[in-house]
């Protein structure tokens, strides 16, 4: 309580220089405090948070933290809030032994942008050490001969204080006989004396006491007494002297322990024992030099006893004293001067001060990836560091204004889709000679960020779909790829609907927005849509989003789901029966009536064929089976029956067939009954006839149109894809009156026809197109068949 007593007039200091600078996008700015030293841990140094003018908010996310290199305990630590806290007790002596001033440099790192802060913390002496002398009594034996004028170097005290609070003067209690000089040796401090300036006497005194007393420069000032006895002693009046009035060696630092600097030599004009000079260090010779050096006591070498080290101090004085072996030994003391010369011993030290693992795929060339700084501890040419990075990959080593500070920036675009990931090398050598270096390597991560499209494999696509499909089920699926990765490959599929003209197709469409599976949500019904187009639109998940889409066309494929109608005959009361009269006298091949049928479907399930499914006389009537035409095969003869019945089975041609059937009654009479009744009926018959015929055409035209309609969207569709695609009507001869269709195109390397009542010899049906889809023969040569 004293001691703090004693410091109670010292008040904390807090002096803050803010200067900032902007290199490579990054800031720095230097803050300066000061504390008295042995402050109790967690005292507050100071805010460093406010003094930069940050937010306390945004600290955390910033990562604002303490930066060294040192794997000591750390004298200072930073909470959330940006306060600097003492972490432990600091002892200024123990810290910055024999420095004026105490500075100790700390960096504080900031992230997003990065930010680097230079805080220099001067710790304060306080008068905490008294002046200690080593003995608290040192005895001097002088001979009544020594002369006035004769000089007697004393143990000087030690305080551990810097400054205004080490040693500031020596006192010396009164006496008749020495008086105090003292020599000033800078950082050595202070060397106390006594000066003999009157001759003693033996006789007169035998010893003689002094106190000598070393002050500091505290407030009050603190001190530290060692009493000197001076014994007298008869004449032993030649002191060692040495052979040079200044000694001095060079000597390389990690020379090795054993090695001879140099020989100092004295010599005695006294005889025999008087006159035989022995060698030691000075009285003033700390122990840590006696650890670095030791002399021979016989011949004066001084020799290497420990590790030299320039880069913890570059010369040393060192007091040698010389003595002879009298009853009353004397001694002399002479300074050697030991310049240590630097060996490059210590390889560059790389620090990574701010380092961002990961920087996104867009960043602009420019942007910074980490911070570092070299050192290296050795001097001159030996410590000026080059520093450079591995030259493969699209980064580049930009220096800073403060010295040995570096920043890694882009120096070109970045794609991850093409590499995501680097090892950069930063390699660090001194400018020796034979250099020294050293190399870390950081790794960087290149974050994905939403620059590709989802893509199809194709812009175009197209599917055959069976007519009769189940209501909800799935049709078809469509599928893209994202080179993204995460939610920006994520991939959701949706039907484009913003057309009027697609909205009542794709009304009855659905798409799984995960799998990109269509479904119909009806039937579809080929006598009513052949073929319709819609657009899928892929889009990924990233923010923002990116889409593309494809165009779909979907083709209907018949089956057989259509009876044959019979348009001819008709009754009245609209069923298929007919009666026809023909005279008696009608020869062979004559035409009795044509029955006349429609089938919806196409191809071979359009295709219709006519047979007698029943007949009164097998002999007499013929049917054509593609026509339908009704023919005499004989004349009549006077027992054939008047009146026949004729049953006409008319069947399609699809894998299970349907079919239809009409009646014809034929009446046979006699030619004035044939004749008359052809007069009455002629006008009822052209005008069903007519009729009839209006039906056909319209029909045929609807037909016709839609065909033509389809065959130019599959035209269109093949020459977008640069194949081979053909589509055309394929007229069939010798063919009357009944409705068929037979269409012919090609699809890559085959072609495919829907066909009517005559059927190409070698063509095959293709397997699941429900026998009414043939792939005929490529009759193109090869070119092997060339």
């Known amino acids: 309580m004293a001691r703090r007593g004693r410091r109670a007039w010292l008040e904390r200091l807090v002096f803050v220089i803010v200067s900032f600078n902007l290199t490579f996008n990054i800031a720095s700015a230097q803050l300066r405090y000061s504390i008295p030293e042995e402050q109790a841990v967690g005292a507050v140094v100071g805010n460093i948070a406010k003094d930069l003018g940050l937010h306390v908010s945004a600290l955390d996310a910033r990562g604002f933290r303490i930066v060294s290199g040192s794997t000591e305990p750390q004298l200072f630590r930073m909470n959330n809030d940006g306060v600097l806290h003492v972490n432990r007790k600091i002892d200024r002596e123990e810290v910055c032994e024999r420095t004026s001033t105490c500075i100790i440099n700390l960096k504080t790192v900031l992230e997003a942008p990065l930010e680097v802060h230079y805080v220099a913390v001067e710790v304060l002496d306080v008068n905490d050490y008294a002046p200690t002398f080593s003995d608290n009594e040192t005895t001097l034996e002088i001979s009544e001969s020594a002369l006035p004028g004769a000089r007697f170097q004393l143990e000087c005290a030690r305080d551990p204080d810097s400054n205004m609070y080490s040693i500031q003067l020596y006192k010396l209690s009164q006496n008749d006989h020495f008086r105090l000089e003292v020599k000033d040796r800078g950082e050595d401090g202070k060397i106390p004396g006594l000066y003999l300036h009157k001759a003693l006497d033996k006789e007169t005194a035998r010893s003689h006491s002094l106190l000598l007393t070393a002050v500091d420069g505290g407030k009050p000032a603190r001190s530290g007494t060692m009493a000197i006895i001076v014994n007298v002693l008869d004449v032993n009046d030649n002191m060692p002297v040495f052979a040079k009035d200044l000694y001095a060696a060079v000597l390389n630092e990690n020379a090795p322990i054993g090695t001879t600097i140099m020989q100092v030599n004295a010599t005695d004009l006294d005889d025999g024992m008087n006159g035989e000079v022995i060698y030691s260090f000075g009285n003033n010779v700390n122990n840590k030099l006696r650890k670095l050096f030791e002399v021979d006591a016989k011949t004066g070498e001084i020799i290497v006893k420990g590790l030299i080290d320039f880069e913890v101090k570059d010369r040393y004085e060192i007091d040698i004293k010389a ?65 450079y990075i591995s030259e493969d990959g699209p980064f580049i080593l930009a220096p800073s204004l403060q010295e040995n500070m570096y920043s890694i920036v882009t120096k070109s675009v970045l794609d991850r889709e093409r590499q995501s990931y680097y090892d950069i090398a930063i390699i660090a050598k001194d400018g020796n000679e034979q250099p020294l270096s050293s190399q870390r390597i950081i790794s960087v991560t290149i974050s994905d960020v939403n620059d590709n499209s989802p893509d199809f494999p194709s812009r175009l696509h197209a599917f055959y779909v069976s007519e009769n499909n189940a209501a909800g089920g799935p049709l078809f699926s469509v599928s893209a790829q994202d080179y993204d990765e995460g939610d920006n490959a994520l991939i959701s599929y949706n039907i484009l609907r913003d057309r009027a003209e697609d909205k009542t197709i794709t009304s009855f469409l659905n798409i799984n927005s995960e799998n990109g599976e269509i479904f119909a949500l009806k039937s579809f019904d080929f006598e009513t849509l052949k073929t319709f187009r819609f657009q899928v639109v892929a889009t990924d998940s990233g923010i923002p989003s990116l889409s593309s889409n494809v165009t779909v066309n979907v083709f209907i494929l018949d089956q057989n789901d259509n009876a044959p109608v019979i348009l001819y005959p008709v009754s009245s009361n609209g069923s298929a029966e007919g009666v026809e009269e023909i005279p008696r006298n009608v020869n062979a091949g004559h035409l009795v009536t044509k029955v006349r049928a429609y089938d919806a479907d196409i191809g071979y399930n359009g295709w219709l064929l006519f047979s007698l499914q029943e007949v009164s006389d097998h002999s007499l009537f013929g049917l054509d089976r593609y026509t339908g035409r009704i023919r005499t095969l004989r004349s009549f003869t006077e027992t054939d029956e008047a009146e026949h019945k004729l049953v006409i089975l008319v069947k399609d041609n699809g894998n299970v067939s349907l079919s239809a059937t009409a009646t014809v009654i034929v009446k046979v009479v006699e030619p004035k009954e044939a004749f008359a009744a052809s007069d009455v009926q002629s006008s009822a018959t052209d005008e069903e006839e007519n009729n009839v015929t209006l039906y056909l055409m319209i029909t045929l035209g609807s037909v016709s149109v839609l065909f033509l309609i389809s065959i130019i969207v599959l035209i269109a569709m093949q020459c977008s894809k640069s194949t081979d695609y053909t589509s055309k009507y394929l007229p069939e001869t010798n063919y009357d009156g009944t409705m068929c269709h037979s269409i012919q195109y090609r699809s890559g390397d085959k072609r495919y026809m829907l066909v009517g009542p005559r059927m190409s010899v070698g063509s095959t049906i293709v397997p699941g197109s429900q026998a009414n889809t043939l792939v005929l023969p490529d009759r193109r040569l090869t070119s092997e068949e060339k």
């Open 323 to 387: 003595s002879d072996k009298g009853t009353v030994p004397l001694a002399t003391e002479k300074s050697v001067l030991i310049t240590i010369v630097d060996v490059n011993d210590n390889a560059p030290e790389i620090e990574v001060t701010s380092f961002s693992k990961a920087i996104p795929e867009d960043s602009k060339p420019g942007t910074t990836v980490a911070l570092i700084s070299v050192n290296d501890n050795d001097s001159g040419v030996n410590g000026k560091v080059i520093c």
